[in-house]
């Protein structure tokens, strides 16, 4: 990793041209990796990269620092090829939407990423599996260059490790813990980075309400199912990533599913563990993830992909 990422700072040095982008529909890693990213660049090699952006970023993101930066992918120009392209928190191509064109004309590109991943497409590639978030990588980078974080590098980094660990209950090691740790010590504000991402609109999250408190229980009350109709879909804040806490916390419940009706004959499918792995489920239906913590997009109509789940849910309950 260390010659990689010697690599990567030669190339950002040397790139007059850079673009740093995420996955579509950016959650908290996504973006602020991307932001934090960027940022390091232009605080220590000078050049300001273009954010980009496809799909849907969440209210509660809002208020992150740099917010502003990112630009959604239609208002970039993507007609001269940037000198270097860096990806981040992708997971799998698919996931990267509308800003694929400046990857497939970049002349350069860098992949960093957490995530299993078994279609790669960097040229240089910065992952780490184990890691439990795109931050951590990046924050690794940083200290390996020894580059200059400043107070909103040091925030975005932050917001990045809290959202994707779930405030570190999916912590795997205590590397994230050491990370942020030291990112206290310089001045990170937990607190106030939480309190920052309280932002929903109100039809938000009394839809997230709602469609907790409406749903199913299956195989003596181990399997929690959640719907979201394409009616309503356009309130949930996020992945909806509220109503699978809210189900988490039922005594009894091992599993938990949220269905999310995006288009018609387009289901969006979030699934969590409180043990098991369940990322193997995620893959049957075309997507991935992390062991306890995945999801995938299914082209066929909710009641389809509902009695799906629940076949597939049937070798989970031995």
Not at 7 to 27: C, Q, T, W, Y
Request: glycine share 8%; proline share 3%.
């Amino acid at each position: 990793m260390k010659e990689k990422i010697k690599e990567f700072l030669e190339r950002v040095k040397n790139a007059k041209s850079i673009a740093v982008m995420g996955h579509k529909n950016p959650d908290g890693d996504s973006l602020c990796s991307v932001l934090a990213l960027a940022r390091l660049i232009e605080k220590n090699f000078g050049t300001s990269p273009v954010c980009v952006y496809d799909g849907n970023i969440s209210d509660s993101l809002d208020n992150v620092p740099l917010r502003t930066r990112i630009k959604y992918f239609e208002r970039v120009d993507m007609t001269q090829p940037f000198d270097l392209a860096i990806v981040v928190d992708y997971g799998n191509p698919v996931h990267i939407g509308g800003a694929r064109p400046i990857l497939d004309s970049a002349k350069f590109i860098v992949e960093i990423d957490h995530h299993i991943n078994d279609n790669l497409i960097g040229n240089l590639c910065l992952n780490d599996e184990k890691a439990a978030a795109t931050a951590v990588i990046i924050y690794q980078i940083m200290r390996e260059g020894n580059l200059h974080m400043d107070s909103c590098t040091a925030d975005l980094l932050a917001l990045a490790i809290l959202t994707d660990t779930g405030n570190f209950k999916f912590v795997r090691d205590g590397n994230a813990l050491r990370i942020m740790a030291d990112l206290v010590d310089g001045g990170v504000n937990i607190r106030s980075l939480i309190e920052l991402m309280n932002n929903k609109q109100r039809k938000a999250v009394q839809l997230e309400a709602r469609t907790a408190a409406n749903a199913e229980f299956f195989y003596h009350g181990r399997l929690a199912l959640a719907t979201v109709s394409k009616k309503d879909y356009k309130y949930l804040d996020g992945r909806g990533e509220t109503v699978l806490n809210l189900l988490g916390q039922i005594q009894g419940v091992d599993y938990i599913v949220l269905l999310k009706e995006q288009k018609p004959q387009q289901i969006g499918i979030s699934i969590r563990s409180r043990s098991k792995p369940i990322d193997k489920i995620a893959v049957e239906l075309g997507g991935g993830g992390h062991e306890r913590a995945a999801g995938a997009i299914v082209r066929d109509n909710m009641e389809n992909v509902r009695a799906r789940i629940l076949e597939l849910f049937k070798g989970e309950m031995n």
